[in-house]
Nanobody, 119 residues
Framework: QVQLVESGGGLVQTGGSLTLACAAS????????VGWHRQAPGKQRELVAS???????NYADSAKGRFTISRDNAKNTVYLQMESLKPEDTAVYYC?????????????WGQGTQVTVSS
């Protein structure tokens, strides 16, 4: 059974930084595209960033210039470094692994980690 486990969420002030980590057993992360989605209360889940198995990253407009997605295949871990955080970044952040065709399609999901940015 594939399990993705997120960590690193928490409470941070506006302008602060957090780094989320997504770990999994086996090669599920290293052999697939990986993404981070987030869902704020009352809003639809949105893709924040994704990274291909080859290391190419894509970002939502809201994340460009502030978030960095990276992967360490040796550790089977993918990171989302978030800087200059804003209250509107408050959400549950989900790691997922999947594939890319015309866009990124997540298949496996983690349970999520809460990020709260106070004003």
């Amino acid at each position: 059974q594939v399990q993705l486990v997120e960590s690193g969420g928490g409470l941070v002030q506006t302008g602060g930084s957090l780094t989320l980590a997504c770990a999994a057993s086996g090669s599920i992360l290293s052999s697939n595209d990986v993404g981070w989605h987030r869902q704020a209360p009352g809003k639809q889940r949105e893709l924040v960033a994704s990274i291909s198995s080859g290391g190419r990253a894509n970002y939502a407009d809201s994340a460009k210039g502030r978030f960095t997605i990276s992967r360490d295949n040796a550790k089977n871990t993918v990171y989302l470094q978030m800087e200059s955080l804003k209250p509107e970044d408050t959400a549950v952040y989900y790691c997922n692994a999947g594939y890319r065709r015309d866009r990124y399609y997540p298949v496996y999901w983690g349970q999520g980690t809460q990020v709260t940015v106070s004003s």
